[in-house]
């Protein structure tokens, strides 16, 4: 039983190896987002594309209980990107 937490956490640890530098890089392409909105006199909120991202999670993920928790980290993970685009826009 501990054998397989073990191995299991072992799995977790390699997955987040992997997603890390992924929302790093998406995290990075945010805030060139900014610079491009910022220099367009664009606001950061983007509606339109906030659903269409999370178009792309409902259609990507089918069991319907992760699709849930999916839109859930989505919508955090907009919320965290705008902020972060919104103080990019501030330091430039
Ligand atoms: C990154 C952008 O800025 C905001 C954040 C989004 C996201 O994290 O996917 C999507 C739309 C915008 O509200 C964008 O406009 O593409």
């Not at 039983?1 to 945010?30: F, G, H, N, Y």
């Not at 999670?57 to 972060?84: C, F, G, H, N, W």
């Amino acid at each position: 039983m501990e054998d397989s937490l073990e191995t299991a956490r072992q799995e977790i640890q390699s997955i987040d190896a992997q997603l890390i530098p992924l929302l790093v890089k998406r995290l990075t392409t945010a805030q060139q987002i900014a610079q491009i909105k910022q220099h367009h006199g664009w606001p950061v909120f983007d509606p339109k594309r906030e659903q269409a991202v999370l178009r792309q999670v409902q259609t990507t993920v089918p069991d319907s209980r992760e699709q849930r928790a999916v839109v859930e980290i989505y919508r955090k993970l907009m919320q965290t990107t705008k902020q972060l685009e919104q103080q990019t826009m501030e330091d430039d």
